[in-house]
């Protein structure tokens, strides 16, 4: 089974423009976490999702963050306009259902460095 | 709130030496506590999980017990390789919420 993907592994961007990160989930879990890790802040859970719908979104940093799910093999977290001090790399995580979302399973990342 | 502490990093040990990292945790009932582990360059990765107190989980070496008296879930490791080199992090589950609650992270490095 292919684990959590997430695309692009890697972006540099200019301030001020829009960027779209992507995530597949693992097939059959429900659950869905988007997560900002920087050395200043740790590693922060800015959104997540149970069966497509958003529960609980007090992580996200402002209004120029937005998180969709608009089924449940697909996720985007989008950033407008992006600025400097959103450079982080961002997980995304799934977890089985069932489980007390306690197994999270991670995504290998997206490093995002704004300019 | 709920709310987990580690020691802070980074923790610098020679191949074959004794690993402990602490990790003492603030939550109201019984909460869940897991170690993860993330390597160079990927994501975070279960390590290891005790969902009472007084159980031990165990994996690849590594052991960590719950002690509901202490609030503790110490990670220890007998004999580490510098293949272990990594963060660590600890976390709590508790039915609140359903989300995880990750400690800052503590950063080891094993020599060779």
């Known amino acids: 089974d292919a684990g959590v993907i997430q695309s692009p592994r890697h972006e540099v961007t200019e301030m001020g423009q829009e960027v779209t990160l992507r995530c597949k989930p693992i097939?059959?879990?429900?659950?869905l976490f988007w997560y900002r890790q920087t050395m200043m802040r740790g590693l922060e859970l800015l959104i997540y999702f149970n069966n497509n719908v958003p529960i609980d979104d007090s992580g996200m940093p402002e209004d120029r963050f937005s998180a969709k799910m608009p089924n449940a093999s697909f996720s985007t977290l989008k950033i407008q306009p992006s600025e400097p001090r959103d450079s982080a790399v961002y997980f995304c995580?799934?977890?089985?259902?069932?489980?007390?979302?306690?197994?999270?399973?991670f995504g290998p990342g997206t490093r995002l460095t704004v300019l | 709130g709920n709310s987990v502490t580690q020691m802070e990093g980074p923790v610098t040990l020679s191949e074959e030496a004794f690993l402990t990292i602490n990790c003492t945790y603030t939550?109201?009932?019984?909460?869940?506590l897991f170690w993860y582990v993330q390597y160079p360059g990927e994501g975070l990765q279960l390590l290891l999980k005790?969902?009472?107190?007084?159980d031990k989980g165990s994996n690849k070496g590594f052991e960590a017990t719950y002690r509901k008296e202490t609030t503790s879930f110490h990670l220890e490791k007998g004999s580490v390789q510098v293949s272990d080199s990594a963060v660590y992090f600890c976390a709590l589950y508790h039915n609140q919420g359903g989300k995880l609650i990750f400690g800052q992270g503590t950063e080891l490095s094993v020599k060779p």
């Open positions: 995580a799934s977890s089985l259902p069932g489980t007390r979302t306690d197994t999270q399973y």
């Open positions: 097939s059959g879990h429900d659950y």
């Open positions: 939550a109201t009932g019984y909460p869940s």
């Open positions: 005790a969902t009472k107190a007084d």
